[in-house]
């Protein structure tokens, strides 16, 4: 069954070429959101976000492993997306799955960064505890428990709250007897004594949708149905673009491309600033 109408769909369409959406907002402007992090006691870091009716729950879990063997020098990002049934009727069976690792691909792109390692959402190095032999793991995990449309967008401002609420037990290394001798690791609970990740570097993902002429970030449910076309483009604070994921059946024309990537870099910044501010607040809010 098709979401929206023709009729609904030309509605749609009208609104964003005189740049008066259906919710009153324009082309660029995202929704207000809300965060909390540290919602998950158990895990290393978490954070809810609420955009819209979209509500995710993201956590990292932080386990001790070994370096990937063409990265020795560094730790590994494992990222897993699920779609709670709950969330919306087409996420019911194989739907829901579907999604999930759709989901999980595009942000996997955006968060473990290249073969080397570089453009990862964290600096990599700064999770070895013991090069060639020990690492930090970490397992980015996100439900997505109702769904209003923008999940891509909204699942890395999650993780990146999320990371941002990470503090890594401190480790001590305790170097084994004789030459052979295997170094152990001690894992000091004090959370006092914790190391903040650094993330800087973390991106923030946002989905530019085409419709006729016109380019919007933040789309509802009914946009992104009506949409020829999309590209997801994931930005650092600082403005670099880390990846580019183009969905949709329509190609893009270099021209509106290159508005496109204009377009991401301009809300991407705004809208590091404003999630850096919102995970300010949730953090004083706990002390």
């Given at each position: 069954?098709?979401?929206?109408?023709?009729?609904e769909?030309?509605f749609v369409a009208?609104?964003?070429?005189?740049?008066?959406?259906a919710?009153?907002r324009?082309?660029?402007?995202f929704r207000?959101f809300s965060?909390d992090t540290g919602?998950i006691?158990?895990a290393?870091?978490s954070?809810?976000?609420?955009?819209?009716?979209?509500?995710?729950?993201?956590?990292?879990?932080?386990e001790?492993?070994?370096p990937p063997p063409?990265r020795p020098w560094?730790?590994?990002?494992?990222?897993?997306v699920?779609c709670s049934?709950?969330?919306?009727?087409?996420f019911?069976?194989r739907?829901?799955?579907?999604l999930?690792?759709?989901l999980?691909r595009?942000?996997?792109?955006s968060?473990?960064?290249?073969?080397?390692?570089?453009?990862a959402a964290?600096?990599?190095?700064?999770?070895v505890?013991?090069e060639?032999?020990?690492?930090w793991?970490?397992?980015?995990?996100a439900l997505?428990l109702?769904?209003?449309?923008?999940?891509?967008?909204a699942?890395s401002?999650?993780?990146?709250?999320?990371?941002?609420?990470?503090?890594?037990?401190k480790?001590?290394?305790?170097?084994?007897?004789?030459e052979d001798?295997?170094?152990?690791l001690?894992?000091?609970?004090?959370?006092?004594?914790?190391v903040p990740?650094?993330?800087?570097a973390?991106?923030?993902?946002v989905?530019?949708n085409?419709l006729?002429?016109h380019?919007?970030v933040d789309a509802?449910p009914?946009?992104?149905?009506?949409?020829?076309s999309s590209?997801?483009?994931?930005v650092?604070?600082?403005?670099r673009?880390?990846?580019?994921?183009?969905?949709?059946n329509?190609?893009?024309?270099?021209?509106?491309?290159s508005e496109?990537?204009d377009?991401s870099?301009?809300v991407?910044?705004?809208l590091?600033r404003q999630?850096?501010?919102?995970?300010a607040?949730a953090?004083s809010r706990k002390?």
């Amino acid at each position: 069954m098709d979401l929206v109408s023709s009729a609904e769909g030309r509605f749609v369409a009208d609104g964003v070429a005189q740049n008066m959406r259906a919710d009153g907002r324009a082309r660029e402007a995202f929704r207000p959101f809300s965060l909390d992090t540290g919602v998950i006691p158990q895990a290393t870091g978490s954070a809810r976000l609420r955009l819209g009716a979209t509500h995710i729950l993201a956590c990292v879990k932080a386990e001790i492993g070994s370096p990937p063997p063409g990265r020795p020098w560094g730790g590994r990002i494992e990222v897993s997306v699920d779609c709670s049934p709950t969330a919306t009727p087409a996420f019911r069976g194989r739907g829901g799955e579907e999604l999930s690792q759709e989901l999980t691909r595009v942000l996997e792109r955006s968060f473990l960064g290249g073969a080397d390692g570089s453009g990862a959402a964290v600096e990599l190095g700064q999770l070895v505890l013991v090069e060639r032999k020990s690492c930090w793991v970490l397992y980015l995990d996100a439900l997505v428990l109702n769904m209003d449309g923008n999940l891509v967008d909204a699942l890395s401002i999650a993780f990146k709250a999320a990371l941002g609420n990470s503090v890594l037990p401190k480790v001590e290394v305790v170097m084994g007897e004789g030459e052979d001798g295997e170094p152990e690791l001690e894992v000091v609970d004090d959370p006092d004594e914790g190391v903040p990740l650094d993330t800087s570097a973390t991106p923030i993902i946002v989905t530019l949708n085409r419709l006729g002429k016109h380019v919007i970030v933040d789309a509802t449910p009914e946009e992104e149905a009506v949409a020829e076309s999309s590209l997801c483009v994931a930005v650092r604070p600082d403005g670099r673009v880390v990846s580019a994921t183009k969905g949709g059946n329509a190609g893009v024309h270099p021209s509106v491309l290159s508005e496109m990537l204009d377009m991401s870099h301009r809300v991407a910044v705004s809208l590091h600033r404003q999630v850096d501010a919102a995970m300010a607040a949730a953090g004083s809010r706990k002390k």
